[in-house]
């Protein structure tokens, strides 16, 4: 069955370091979310992508993270330097067109910065 | 506000019994509503998705209704199971919101033996 993949699954850096975390979406999924969920929270969206563009990045805060989907399958977010509020589970999802159609999660990257 | 609401946060219910989980949103321009579950330290499995046309959707145990007019949408587990212990997640995409998951907190379910 078709997956969304990520990695790593676990992450501890200490702050000021860089982090980055990877996401492989569903083969075909044009639709590519990153999310981030504090422990309690609902997840809540940093960046999303329509194959390899940008459509929605109002949430990411662009000083110390980024993001890129650079061929529009795989996509990397980096975070740069780290910071001890960045201790969260990062989420990434796939749609094959974003409004209306199922969206999948991976298992996401459990990131504890120290 | 575009916001999705999910109450109780918690909930703990004896094996067997059929309950109900309840999510709504502020507003009822949507595209559609999907749940999810969550267990502890892990990702987010999809259970149903309903379509902004649709009133309700069933696989197995569980059936989801969805009311646009009043903003609401509930979960329905029948005949609960440990194993079904989870945080359940209601999320929304609103039209004109960018193709955006808009999520609730959750309610976090216990069933017991």
């Known amino acids: ?114 | 506000k575009q916001e999705v609401t999910q109450i109780p946060a918690a909930l703990s219910v004896p094996e067997g019994e059929n309950l109900v989980l309840n999510c709504s949103f502020t507003d009822s321009a949507i595209y559609n509503l999907q749940w999810f579950r969550q267990d502890p330290g892990k990702g987010l499995t999809s259970l149903l998705l309903i379509q902004s046309s649709q009133r309700e959707q069933t696989s197995g145990r569980l059936n989801a209704s969805l009311d646009k007019s009043s903003g609401r949408s509930t979960l329905y587990i029948a005949a609960s199971q440990p194993g079904d212990s989870a945080t359940y997640l209601c999320a929304v995409i609103f039209t004109g919101g960018g193709n955006k998951l808009t999520f609730g907190t959750g309610t976090q379910l216990k069933v017991e033996l």
């Not at chain 1, 639709?31 to 990045?57: A, C, H, K, M």
């Not at chain 1, 990411?60 to 990397?76: C, H, I, M, N, Q």
């Not at chain 1, 990434?92 to 969206?103: H, K, P, Q, V």
């Open chain 1, 1 to 114: 069955e078709a997956e969304v993949a990520q990695s790593p699954r676990y992450k501890i850096t200490e702050k000021s370091q860089a982090v980055a975390f990877w996401c492989d979406p569903i083969s075909g999924h044009a639709t590519l979310y990153w999310y981030r969920q504090i422990l309690g929270q609902g997840p809540e969206l940093l960046v999303q992508f329509q194959d390899e563009s940008v459509v929605d990045d109002s949430q990411l805060p662009k000083d110390r993270f980024s993001a890129e989907r650079l061929k529009g399958v795989d996509s990397t977010l980096k975070i740069q330097p780290a910071e001890l509020g960045d201790s969260a589970m990062y989420l990434c999802a796939s749609s094959l067109d974003g409004g209306g159609t199922e969206a999948f999660f991976g298992q996401g990257t459990r990131l504890t910065v120290v």
